[in-house]
């Protein structure tokens, strides 16, 4: 179950501990122990902000990502006959047996695991054909974090094997890299609506307050039926949320101070124009718009050209003629009333002014960026008399308010019966 995500700016140990810092008030709140075990794919580099916030933690690292590190310097790679044979034996080097049937996985303690996973190295490495010029770097590397006992397992009770009770491997978090992956390149859009996605990802639904509703509704539909013996007592419950007095903030917030001058001394990589490469191929302006010898893209056999019918094309400009031509859709449908349009042409007007231009944009900027354009859209609503900010908040109060009461009914509602 995933408890906490985020997204990042960069890939400072800052955001870890402002995460972890996070977690930790929840737990106090909440008067949940803290925990006792962190395993991470990048264990001593983010060791140091968890120690911070939980000082008693121990940071391992996950054995998938140890064993991957080994198979990227086999030759040829997923080509080598040995490659499943090599994965086996690293893995087999720091668990004395896998997880199966339901019994939790078995850790090797450290010294073991240092003495197994040199044999390892060493039984490849004299079978030739196997390890690349970089493998022997990597063991090194690796062979550190054993040492440190990065791939051991604390003792959790009194009485108890190494990890063997406790979920203690991470390596099954890579199954919802998928997830937040897919979520992240394949919808094209703004930041809000992947923050939303991310919340259908994790939650199954990012109105929190709906489905505690829903949750809360379900669970006194059962408890009465229950008590009136009209229901099997073998259903459980639905988990509610339980509210606390956190502080935490959700969705846009207001940019601190410190933030701000942090990233207004960062600096972006500029990247080459790619208009530049493309018009560098002709001599000049006047070159370029002359006429080429090439044949032309969209040919119409003469044989099927009386079929075509004449399309009826009235008050149209002759790019709204191509466009109706091309497509069939009526250009008209593009079209935007009067008061639109004025919006639309002042954010023109302003993105040609200013130069504003997306991938070199700070948090920063955005913020310069919508305080200039909510102060000329204020200037424009006074010349037109609109009421656009009225209207949103006085639907805003409506909303919060049925949010806050548990009302989420909409125009239509469901009425349940024991009928």
Partial sequence: MIIAWRFCHTHSNSKVEELLMELKQQFTLLGVAKPKVVIADNCCHVKSPIKRMFPQIAVCLDVWHFMMWYLICII???RNPHRSQVARDVV???LKSTAKDGAPMVYWK?????VH???VYMKWKTHGDVWAAAAQKVHLEQFSHVQKGCLARPVMGRGASPGDNVRSDGSQIEGTHKGWNGLQQLHASSLENPTYLCHNFVNHSHHLCLTNAASQLWNMLVCNAQTAHLLSSNINPLPERETIASGDMFGLMKMSI??????AMATIKEEPDEDSNI???FSGPANFFAPHSRAPIFMVPSSIGPQLPMPKITSMTQSQCLLSI?????PHTFSYPGSEAQDIFMFIMMHDQHKWVLYQMLPFDWICTASAYNTEIDKLNAVHGKDYPIKLNENKGKILHQIKSNDHRSGMFVCLSPS
Wanted: overall charge negative.
């Fill in 279 to 281: 018009c560098s191929t």
């Fill in 92 to 94: 087999s080097a720091i």
């Fill in 76 to 78: 040829n790679s997923r």
């Fill in 117 to 119: 996973l040199q044999e």
């Fill in 110 to 114: 450290q010294n073991k695991q240092e």
């Fill in 258 to 263: 410190l933030t701000a001058a942090h990233y």
């Fill in 326 to 330: 091309a497509t069939g859709i009526d």
